[in-house]
């Protein structure tokens, strides 16, 4: 299984950017899908998650500003990320809880990183 993000860039603050994540390989469901973000210097955290029911959970820091959603029928997540600021500047990462086959347990897996970059 692999995880394909994109969409990051430089932008200025204010602005917006939609990041995409797509996994593809052997890939029976998904589960919980997530954002995470890693400034320099800082450890990785949580950005916004969306399980299988849907119900969605950001971090305090995002709220109001970052949309998560999903595509099942693509094993897709996006973020959509509005109202930038300096402080959004990191590297984004997807995740996905994934099953490859029907009666396996689920594995974690990572995108390769996505670098945003919010100027002032």
């Known amino acids: 299984v692999q995880l394909q993000a994109s969409g990051g860039g430089l932008v200025q603050a204010g602005g917006s950017l939609r990041l995409s994540c797509a996994a593809s390989?052997?890939?029976?469901?998904?589960?919980?899908m997530a954002w995470y973000r890693q400034a320099p210097g800082k450890q990785r955290e949580l950005v916004a998650s969306?399980?299988?029911?849907?119900?969605?959970n950001y971090a305090d820091s995002v709220k109001g500003r970052f949309t998560i959603s999903r595509d099942n029928g693509k094993n897709a997540v996006y973020l959509q990320m509005n109202n930038l600021k300096p402080e959004d500047t990191a590297v984004y990462y997807c995740?996905?809880?994934?099953?490859?086959?029907?009666?396996?347990?689920?594995?974690?897996?990572w995108g390769q990183g996505t670098l945003v970059t919010v100027s002032s």
């Open positions: 390989g052997s890939i029976y469901s998904i589960n919980a």
């Open positions: 969306i399980p299988n029911n849907g119900i969605t």
């Open positions: 995740n996905m809880e994934v099953k490859r086959r029907r009666l396996a347990s689920t594995s974690n897996y």
